[in-house]
């Protein structure tokens, strides 16, 4: 539905959603116990961030530290000004997310936007705007969706933030960052995204996720979306990976 605003998008997105359920009664992305798209007891199983954060990339930190920057942030700044994560990456919330990875399922997408927008919420950031990180065009061709998007516009209309399509774009291909060390995710992200200045320019801007690992891929986003103009850039994903 190219050109719809979030909200409209959002109540045709319910509706779909309710209507398929109807006719064909969901599963548990995680147990597969039928009723649900990610049922109650997956949603509480989920593992969660334990306090204290870092204050910029949201990295858990060593319980008893008085630093409120990881040593990551400390030895280089990301270009984010903060990020927020609902869950680890493991566990229920690692089978669900994979499921969505997989399988395009935006009543999926539903029940993960509502958990992320009280996330984001939690921040008191000052958003106007939500993009989502692109996938490269092969891989969006392979797979046929984008789940961060999937995720992002719903996200958008909660939260009451505009969403500009194609604000943020990728203009090369990267490879795949599993196996690649810390620096070299850094690298391979670096320059692989741009911005439309008409759409971020004096903006603050939320950018979204799936998982976040090393965060060089919202580092690579957020650089892209400053050299734009935008005001400010956070970032959120659904899980964190240790
Ligand atoms: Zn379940
Ligand atoms: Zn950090």
């Known amino acids: 539905m190219p050109g719809v605003n979030p909200r409209t998008y959002f109540i045709l997105q319910s509706l779909q959603a309710t209507l398929l359920d109807a006719l064909l009664p969901p599963r548990c992305a995680a147990c597969g116990q039928p009723g649900q798209r990610w049922c109650p007891a997956c949603q509480v199983a989920a593992p969660r961030l334990r306090l204290p954060l870092c204050r910029q990339c949201g990295e858990p930190l060593a319980s008893r530290t008085r630093a409120t920057l990881c040593e990551h942030c400390r030895a280089a700044?990301?270009?984010?000004?903060?990020?927020?994560?609902?869950?680890?990456?493991?566990?229920?919330?690692?089978?669900?997310?994979?499921?969505?990875?997989?399988?395009?399922?935006?009543?999926?997408?539903?029940?993960?936007?509502?958990?992320?927008?009280?996330?984001?919420?939690?921040?008191?950031?000052?958003?106007?705007?939500?993009?989502?990180?692109?996938?490269?065009?092969?891989?969006?061709?392979?797979?046929?969706?984008?789940?961060?998007?999937?995720?992002?516009?719903?996200?958008?209309?909660?939260?009451?933030?505009?969403?500009?399509?194609?604000?943020?774009?990728?203009?090369?291909?990267?490879?795949?960052?599993?196996?690649?060390?810390?620096?070299?995710?850094?690298?391979?992200?670096?320059?692989?995204?741009?911005?439309r200045p008409e759409q971020v320019r004096n903006r603050t801007v939320l950018v979204v996720d799936d998982v976040m690992t090393s965060g060089a891929t919202l580092d690579a986003a957020a650089r892209a979306l400053l050299a734009a103009g935008a005001r400010a850039v956070y970032a959120a994903t659904l899980a964190r990976a240790a």
């Not at 919330?93 to 539903?110: E, N, P, V």
């Not at 969403?163 to 692989?192: D, I």
């Open 77 to 195: 700044s990301p270009a984010y000004h903060g990020a927020v994560a609902w869950g680890l990456y493991g566990g229920s919330l690692q089978t669900a997310i994979q499921k969505f990875k997989f399988q395009r399922d935006s009543g999926l997408a539903l029940v993960f936007s509502g958990l992320l927008a009280e996330a984001v919420q939690a921040q008191a950031w000052p958003l106007d705007t939500v993009v989502a990180v692109p996938l490269g065009a092969q891989r969006l061709r392979q797979r046929g969706y984008n789940q961060a998007a999937l995720l992002a516009r719903p996200l958008a209309a909660r939260l009451g933030c505009r969403y500009p399509r194609r604000a943020l774009v990728r203009v090369r291909e990267t490879r795949p960052q599993v196996g690649l060390s810390r620096p070299e995710r850094h690298q391979n992200m670096a320059g692989a995204f741009a911005a």
